[in-house]
């Protein structure tokens, strides 16, 4: 088999395995990430922050999956209330007694921002998330999440490079009636995009469960030729941190993705954290790719981190791997 026939077939099995797994972006540091996977896991990290993600994936084909996220949350803190007696010449603020309550609920708000490209196409989303966590005991407490938002696909003929069908080395003269309808036809789609998601977790573990992209193609607005097809997309998530000695916590995770038809999805993670300042570990995608992550705290508000991949499938022929930065401000 020659070269050229070699890398025409792995961009068809890379792009059909992109149309049939991949509708939503792959994450590397998903451990750092969590509420891109699910808006229950906010609770998980109980503080208000904002992060900036991008990923640049299977460098070397051109038109590659390119991923820029946005995020953030904050945490609902109650204003206490001050009650002046306007009949004392002085004023005096009067604390009122709080309410005892057995359970006393959290909440959270964030958002997202997403720009994803991949070949000839890119999704744009913005979504509002919203977590309520509910304490089941003084270790124990488990978080309902929801997340609405606005998600437009487009396809851009400038991008696709589409074969002749009678003979591959000439420019393309028609006959692809599914590339046709893509360039002909009105080829903007923008839909209702919502997920919701359950999390349960104590100070060391944490198990997430997640659906998005719900609604699917049930709310498009305007009109559109072309069905980009969105499907529902499952996913859990299940780590546990282990604490080997002072200053030195190491935690494993697994995360399982599903969407119909494709198969199941394995991820597999360990970060190591040293000192509550560093961190490193590596990532594993079952049948796809293997790769490192590294990461250090610059102060208390600021993380940067930073993952490089390698794919472990015969695509690693033509490719130069794939690179992830993550930029996080807490405040």
Known sequence: MSRLKMLLMCLTVMLTSIATSQQLP????FLLNKSLYNPAAMAINNQSFVSLVGR?????????????????????????????NPASRIGQEILPIEKKRNIKLVHFVGGEILSDQYGAFQATKFAANYALSIPLNTKWKATIGLSLGLNNHSFNPARAVVLNV?????????????????????????????????TLNNSDFFISLAAKQVPR???????????????????????????????????PAVLIKKMTPSQLSYEFSA?????????????YHLGASTGIMVGMEVSDELKIGYSMEFATSRINYFSNGGHEIMISYAF
């Open 166 to 198: 009678n003979d591959p080395m000439l420019p393309y003269l028609g006959g692809d009636l599914e590339y046709d309808a893509f360039s002909q036809g009105k080829i903007n789609q923008l839909n209702i995009d919502g997920g919701a998601g359950l």
């Open 56 to 84: 640049w994936q299977m460098l070397g084909f051109g038109l590659e999956p390119k991923t820029i996220a946005l995020f953030g949350q904050t945490k609902i803190r109650k204003k206490q209330k001050i009650i002046f």
């Open 26 to 29: 792959q994450y590397r540091q």
């Open 217 to 251: 193609n049930f709310l498009t607005i305007g009109n559109s030729s072309v069905n980009f097809d969105q499907r529902i997309h499952w996913n859990a998530m299940a780590g546990y941190n282990f604490s080997i000695a002072n200053g030195l916590d190491i935690q």
């Open 271 to 283: 970060l190591a954290t040293i000192n509550y300042i560093f961190w490193a570990g590596v990532n």
